[in-house]
Protein backbone atom coordinates (compact mmCIF):
# COMPACT_ATOMS: atom_id res chain seq x y z
CA UNK A 1 0.00 0.00 0.00
CA UNK A 2 1.09 3.06 -0.89
CA UNK A 3 0.91 6.89 0.69
CA UNK A 4 -2.53 8.63 -0.14
CA UNK A 5 -2.64 11.85 -0.29
CA UNK A 6 -5.86 14.57 0.61
CA UNK A 7 -6.98 17.74 0.56
CA UNK A 8 -9.40 18.35 4.11
CA UNK A 9 -11.08 21.14 5.58
CA UNK A 10 -10.55 22.37 9.08
CA UNK A 11 -12.79 19.96 10.35
CA UNK A 12 -11.12 16.65 8.23
CA UNK A 13 -12.97 16.31 5.16
CA UNK A 14 -12.00 15.45 2.07
CA UNK A 15 -12.11 17.80 -0.03
CA UNK A 16 -9.56 15.95 -3.28
CA UNK A 17 -7.82 12.79 -2.73
CA UNK A 18 -5.05 11.09 -4.61
CA UNK A 19 -4.48 7.38 -3.75
CA UNK A 20 -1.17 5.80 -4.38
CA UNK A 21 -1.69 2.00 -5.65
CA UNK A 22 1.88 1.81 -7.05
CA UNK A 23 3.63 3.33 -4.50
CA UNK A 24 5.00 6.18 -6.18
CA UNK A 25 5.32 8.68 -3.50
CA UNK A 26 8.19 6.94 -1.96
CA UNK A 27 9.99 7.16 -4.85
CA UNK A 28 9.86 10.94 -4.84
CA UNK A 29 10.86 10.98 -0.94
CA UNK A 30 14.11 12.28 0.31
CA UNK A 31 16.09 9.89 3.07
CA UNK A 32 14.97 10.84 6.14
CA UNK A 33 18.57 12.41 7.35
CA UNK A 34 18.36 14.28 4.36
CA UNK A 35 19.32 17.69 6.35
CA UNK A 36 18.54 19.83 2.50
CA UNK A 37 14.54 18.89 3.18
CA UNK A 38 12.86 21.13 5.07
CA UNK A 39 9.14 19.06 4.85
CA UNK A 40 9.27 15.74 2.43
CA UNK A 41 11.88 14.16 4.59
CA UNK A 42 8.66 14.09 7.61
CA UNK A 43 6.34 12.04 5.31
CA UNK A 44 5.73 8.96 7.13
CA UNK A 45 5.16 5.57 4.96
CA UNK A 46 4.08 4.34 7.72
CA UNK A 47 1.86 6.63 9.68
CA UNK A 48 0.09 10.10 8.82
CA UNK A 49 1.71 13.51 7.84
CA UNK A 50 -0.45 16.72 8.04
CA UNK A 51 0.97 20.03 6.25
CA UNK A 52 -0.27 23.65 6.32
CA UNK A 53 -0.63 26.57 4.23
CA UNK A 54 2.59 28.21 5.80
CA UNK A 55 4.41 25.16 4.93
CA UNK A 56 3.06 24.71 1.35
CA UNK A 57 5.65 27.03 -0.24
CA UNK A 58 8.82 25.35 1.28
CA UNK A 59 6.50 21.81 0.08
CA UNK A 60 6.25 23.29 -3.43
CA UNK A 61 9.61 23.89 -3.91
CA UNK A 62 10.86 20.63 -2.23
CA UNK A 63 8.09 18.50 -4.89
CA UNK A 64 9.43 20.38 -7.93
CA UNK A 65 12.50 19.70 -7.21
CA UNK A 66 11.92 15.62 -6.54
CA UNK A 67 9.78 15.39 -9.68
CA UNK A 68 12.74 17.22 -11.59
CA UNK A 69 15.17 14.60 -10.60
CA UNK A 70 12.64 11.48 -11.12
CA UNK A 71 13.56 8.95 -13.73
CA UNK A 72 10.38 7.10 -13.15
CA UNK A 73 7.89 8.67 -15.42
CA UNK A 74 4.83 7.62 -13.55
CA UNK A 75 6.33 8.88 -10.20
CA UNK A 76 7.29 11.90 -12.01
CA UNK A 77 3.48 12.41 -13.09
CA UNK A 78 2.08 11.34 -9.63
CA UNK A 79 4.46 14.14 -8.03
CA UNK A 80 2.99 16.88 -10.79
CA UNK A 81 -0.61 15.70 -8.77
CA UNK A 82 0.63 16.44 -5.58
CA UNK A 83 1.93 19.50 -6.63
CA UNK A 84 -1.01 21.21 -8.12
CA UNK A 85 -2.68 19.53 -4.76
CA UNK A 86 -0.25 21.37 -2.54
CA UNK A 87 -0.75 25.18 -4.83
CA UNK A 88 -4.54 24.30 -3.89
CA UNK A 89 -3.49 24.02 -0.39
CA UNK A 90 -1.10 27.19 -0.82
CA UNK A 91 -4.16 29.25 -2.11
CA UNK A 92 -6.40 29.05 0.63
CA UNK A 93 -7.29 29.14 4.15
CA UNK A 94 -8.18 26.01 6.64
CA UNK A 95 -7.06 23.47 4.32
CA UNK A 96 -4.61 20.59 4.73
CA UNK A 97 -2.89 18.29 2.85
CA UNK A 98 -2.46 15.14 4.77
CA UNK A 99 -0.39 11.70 3.77
CA UNK A 100 -1.62 8.86 4.61
CA UNK A 101 0.58 5.75 5.01
CA UNK A 102 0.24 2.30 5.16
Not at 28 to 41: A, E, G, V
Amino acid sequence: MGIDARIEDENGQCIEELGDPKELVVVLLPRYDDNTSNCMRFIDPYGDTTFNKPQMQILINELKQSIEKASNLEAKEHGKKLLEMAKKVSEDVHLYLKFYGD
